[in-house]
Nanobody, 120 residues
Framework: QVQLVESGGGLVQPGGSLRLSCAAS????????MGWYRQVPGKQRELVAT???????NYADSVKGRFTISRDNAKNTVYLQMSSLKPEDTAVYYC??????????????WGQGTQVTVSS
C-alpha cells in the first residue's frame, strides 16, 4: 500500500505564489508518473500537471507558463510551484502517483487533497 501526503496549500492573494509538496511512502518499489489534479465543487477533477520518472512534463493549457512541476526521485516527492495565481485556480489540489509495489504489482494512489484559495 502506498500513501501520498500533500502539504503547502492555503490562502493567497491574486498574483501570489504557493508551493505544494506530495510525498509517497509505504510499499514503493518504483514510481512512474506523479501528478497534480484539481477539483472545484460541482465539477470533474481535472489534470493540472504530470511528470514522469525521466522528467517529461505535461501541463494543462490554463497553467502553462505559471506552474512548474518537479520531483525528487530519491525522496519519492513531487512539487508544484504555482505563480501568478488567479482566483480561478481556487480548488482542492490532489496528488497522484502510479508505479509498482513489487516487480509484478502496480499501484495508483491519490492524496487526501489540499485546499488552495486565491482571493483578495
Amino acid at each position: 500500500q502506498v500513501q501520498l501526503v500533500e502539504s503547502g496549500g492555503g490562502l493567497v492573494q491574486p498574483g501570489g505564489s504557493l508551493r505544494l509538496s506530495c510525498a509517497a511512502s509505504g510499499s514503493v518499489f518504483s514510481i512512474n508518473t506523479m501528478g497534480w489534479y484539481r477539483q472545484v465543487p460541482g465539477k470533474q477533477r481535472e489534470l493540472v500537471a504530470t511528470i514522469t520518472s525521466g522528467g517529461n512534463t505535461n501541463y494543462a493549457d490554463s497553467v502553462k507558463g505559471r506552474f512548474t512541476i518537479s520531483r525528487d526521485n530519491a525522496k519519492n516527492t513531487v512539487y508544484l510551484q504555482m505563480s501568478s495565481l488567479k482566483p480561478e485556480d481556487t480548488a482542492v489540489y490532489y496528488c497522484n502517483a502510479d508505479g509498482r509495489t513489487t516487480l509484478f504489482m502496480r499501484f495508483s494512489s491519490w492524496g487526501q487533497g489540499t485546499q488552495v484559495t486565491v482571493s483578495s
